[in-house]
């Protein structure tokens, strides 16, 4: 279990983290979210031990950072913001050098190399320096160093920052398959990766949390959770559509997109507007390209909470 | 297939000062001179150097005495300017690439880190002087030198540029620009210096300090220390003097990086 206690860091004036406390089990993968300058950052170092708190502590599989740092260090795979290394080694030295001084040794450290450099598919680049590489390239090393000691608690800062979508989505995938009996945190500003790998989301603004959720009910909170879209063949019967949708009692409200042809219902509470609506669709004729229903949409409910924490 | 399992990390024991931990960093930072040119630029300007100043402007051949002392006049002339180049990227570079995020979160310490660095200027500076060996060639060659004192003032030497390191490296943690740690850390050094010098403490006395307060000031000049060294008596008190100054500094940089290692 990693826990943040009273966790707090100012700068002169200025509150980069504010009072946070919360816990991580294994098996839980935490989104950390949050605009620019929320404090994850700053969050996620005073784990790493690399900021000192203010006030408050963070403490790593029963081991405070600020006493124990070691024993909290040793447990910990942090990947920091940017993925540093040292640019004029190569991958393996690199690796190496990371295996080493967290003390691995012999078999052991050869055994985890190769596993990290298969899984990462680092082969092809291992004896080229590090600065010469890809931004993929160095983060997928980055990413290595992280999980070569196979650790406990991993803590990833924007770990998909500038990948293609294909490494996208194999980070995703090596973060899936280890979810299972690790504590993952990753901080990241993409939406759609929090609803594809986590099961927990917390949403920082200001550096305190505002929301601290499943991706499932944070979708929920949206305006277009359940709500319908209609997009017609042509323009010709929005109006006349959109009024007559206004006038069902479990819509809430409409709005119309005139250049998409396309009217989106938004439901009154819990109300379910896809039958409603296709009766409707049925008795007016309405020729349609496309009806949907929506799950939600996390950038609104983001955009929603972050603005009212700054507020 | 699982990649993973649950297995928890097992490392040997890591004490503050655990020594194995030590040699990876100093092993990964002197590996990090030889990938760069640097390296190989600083090895050539200091032999240059020293063989110039010796054998040019220090009267080797005039002097007619099979000795060292031309060689090892200049050499804190040279460490004031060369030793500074080396000590500037030690934690500058660091902190400009961001990678002391990454040395500061492995399970190390931060006298482990501090140590396993400077360790390595260290080896490279001693790897440096040791290249200067055609000039003790050379005298055994043309005399019968004290070998004794040679030995003595090549121990002075490397105690020197350990000490001149461990200022470096104190400023080169608290400064992000290598320039500007390298230019404090040459007026530091060179203040260390002055304080041995006859000349200077003519000063001191003239401004009216009382001899002991003067006696103190020069006791802790570099070159005084050095000299006495260099003449062939290893005294225990100016070994310990370089040693003292050496773990001075390192504890500042210490203090210095648990202070700002994240500005």
């Known amino acids: 279990m990693i826990k943040a206690e009273h966790l707090t860091k100012t700068y002169g004036p200025l509150t980069a983290v504010d009072d946070l406390s919360f816990k991580v089990e294994p098996g839980e993968v935490l989104g950390f979210l949050g605009p620019n300058g929320a404090g994850k950052t700053t969050t996620m170092r005073m784990f790493a031990g690399f900021v000192p708190p203010t006030s408050g502590h963070a403490e790593i599989c029963g081991f405070r950072v600020d006493n124990d740092p070691i024993e909290a260090k040793r447990r910990l795979g942090y990947l920091p913001e940017g993925a540093p ?33 298969t899984r990462l598919n680092l082969g092809p680049v291992l004896g080229q320096s590090i600065e010469t590489l890809s931004k993929g390239f160095k983060r997928r090393v980055g990413l290595a160093q992280a999980i070569i000691h196979d650790p406990p608690v991993l803590i990833l800062d924007e770990p998909t920052d500038g990948l293609d979508p294909n490494q996208k989505h194999e980070v995703r995938e090596l973060i899936a398959e280890m979810a299972s009996n690790k504590i993952i945190v990753i901080s990241t500003h993409i939406l759609e990766e929090v609803d594809a790998v986590c099961n927990r989301a917390v949403i920082v603004a200001s550096g305190k949390i505002v929301a601290d959720e499943t991706p499932g009910s944070l979708i929920r909170q949206s305006r277009y959770h359940n709500a319908v879209t209609l997009k017609f063949s042509n323009q010709d019967s929005l109006q006349d559509a959109g009024n007559t949708l206004r006038a069902v009692p479990a819509i809430a409200d409409i709005e119309i997109d005139v250049d998409a042809a396309a009217i989106t219902a938004l439901p009154r509470g819990e109300e379910a507007l896809l039958e409603p609506i296709g009766n409707l669709v049925q008795q007016h004729s309405w020729r349609l390209r496309e009806l949907k229903l929506e799950s939600g949409r996390l950038d609104e409910v983001f955009r929603r909470i972050t603005a009212a924490g700054t507020g | ?39 190989y630029v600083f090895l050539v300007i200091f032999l240059a150097m020293a063989g110039f100043l010796t054998f040019g402007f220090g009267g080797f ?88 004192v040679i030995f003595a003032a090549y ?109």
Request: aromatic share 12%; proline share 4%; charged share 15%.
């Open chain 2, 155 to 263: 121990l002075g030497s490397l105690l020197m540029a350990g000490g001149f390191l461990a200022i470096g490296s104190c400023i080169s943690a608290a400064n992000r620009n290598q320039v500007v740690a390298f230019i404090i850390t040459v007026v530091i050094c060179f203040g260390f210096m002055l304080l041995g010098f006859e000349p200077v403490l003519g000063l001191l006395a003239a401004a009216g300090l009382p001899q002991g307060l003067i006696d103190a000031i020069a006791g802790l000049s570099f070159l005084a220390h050095f000299q006495a060294i260099s003449k062939g008596v290893i005294d225990l008190r100016d070994v310990l003097y370089f040693l003292l100054v050496i773990a001075t500094w390192l504890y500042a940089t210490t203090i210095v990086l648990g202070m700002r290692k994240a500005d």
């Open chain 1, 85 to 117: 290394a040292y640019g004029e080694m190569t991958p393996r030295e690199f690796l190496e050098f990371v295996a080493a001084a967290r003390g691995l040794r012999g078999n052991d450290k050869q055994e985890k190399l190769n596993r990290v450099i």
């Open chain 2, 1 to 39: 297939m699982k990649f993973f399992g649950a297995s928890p990390p097992q490392a040997p024991g890591n004490t503050a000062l655990n020594m194995d931990v030590i040699k990876v960093i100093a092993a990964r930072e002197l590996r990090g001179y030889f990938a760069t040119p640097v390296a």
């Open chain 2, 61 to 148: 051949y005039a002097r007619r005495q099979a000795d060292l002392q031309p060689f090892f006049g200049f050499h804190a002339w040279l460490y004031l300017f060369l030793v500074p180049a080396i000590a500037m990227r030690l934690w500058a570079e660091e902190r400009k690439s961001g990678s002391i995020e990454l040395l500061m979160t492995l399970p190390v310490t931060l006298w482990q880190a501090v140590l396993g660095k400077f360790l390595a200027a260290w080896g490279f500076t001693a790897v440096a002087l040791a290249l200067t060996f055609p000039v003790w060639i050379t005298v055994n060659y043309l005399g019968n030198p004290d070998n004794g």
